[in-house]
């Protein structure tokens, strides 16, 4: 986004206002630029940057998880938690499903699903001090078709109370292979 | 009558000095780049700056348009 005043007299001062909003820029370092068309004589066009870096106080990997059916009959997967925080809790896993199908979607369908989750802390941190946790993520799904979603991260993280990453639930095309 | 010819020259130069430095508008930022630093994802939604833009020329500055890129 951006502002800017149009006119300014000889002598005084006026803004340029540049704003970059965090979700459409990639973790890391970034440098956003305006160019600023004026009928000044020096220099018609001006360029203003930004620089900053991202840091993501928990990132969450891979970046679209997918469920699976495992051996138990439950939806299982994997994932990798980086973060600085060396006592990092998980509160609470649930997978919201999204509009992702074609259709109208029955209202029970969009309910989020909760899910059993475990923890585990790595023995050391890290390059950078990031600790990576693996959290191993199930869920008992019972439909045909697969979802695709949110899954939603409840943390301890003053940060990242909430984090979020699509992806979906594989619905296994197999039948119940139970005795 | 040279001595009148002379201050008539003199006065008229004296005229013509100031529209031969006129300079039109100028502009002029603070900094032309800045740097916001670590920011934490989550904490904010947005990075924000204002840049100070100074008209150091002598007629209006009229700013068309400010676009990313």
Redesign the interface.
């Given at each position: 986004m951006v502002g800017f005043d149009t006119t300014i007299l000889p002598g005084r001062e006026g803004t340029v206002t540049e704003e970059v909003a965090l979700d459409r820029v990639h973790d890391g370092a970034f440098t956003k630029c305006l160019t600023v068309n004026s009928n000044a004589k020096n220099k018609p066009s001006l360029q203003l940057c930004m620089k900053g870096f991202v840091k993501v106080p928990v990132a969450v990997s891979p970046g679209y998880p997918q469920m699976r059916r495992g051996s138990n009959g439950l939806y299982e997967t994997d994932l990798t938690l980086s973060t600085d925080k060396p006592d990092l809790k998980v509160l609470e896993v649930f997978f919201t499903p999204g509009s992702g199908s074609s259709g109208q979607t029955p209202w029970q369908n969009t309910l989020p699903l909760h899910c059993e989750f475990k923890l585990t802390r790595p023995d050391s941190a890290g390059a950078g001090g990031i600790w990576a946790y693996r959290l191993a993520v199930s869920t008992r799904f019972e439909e045909k078709d697969s979802k695709t979603g949110e899954f939603v991260i409840k943390t301890n993280h003053p940060d990242a109370g909430e984090v979020k990453t699509t992806g979906n639930i594989e619905a296994s095309a197999s039948t119940d292979q139970k005795k | 009558m040279k001595k009148t010819v002379s201050t008539l020259l003199l006065l008229g130069s004296m005229f013509l000095v100031p529209a031969a430095t006129k300079?039109?508008?100028?502009?002029?930022?603070d900094a032309?780049?800045?740097?916001?630093?670590?920011?934490?994802?989550?904490?904010?939604?947005?990075?924000?700056?204002?840049?100070?833009?100074?008209?150091?020329?002598?007629?209006?500055?009229?700013?068309?348009?400010?676009?990313?890129?």
């Open positions: - | 300079t039109g508008p100028l502009i002029s930022a032309d780049e800045f740097d916001a630093g670590t920011i934490k994802k989550g904490t904010v939604s947005s990075a924000k700056h204002m840049f100070k833009i100074k008209n150091t020329g002598d007629s209006v500055l009229v700013i068309r348009e400010a676009r990313p890129g």
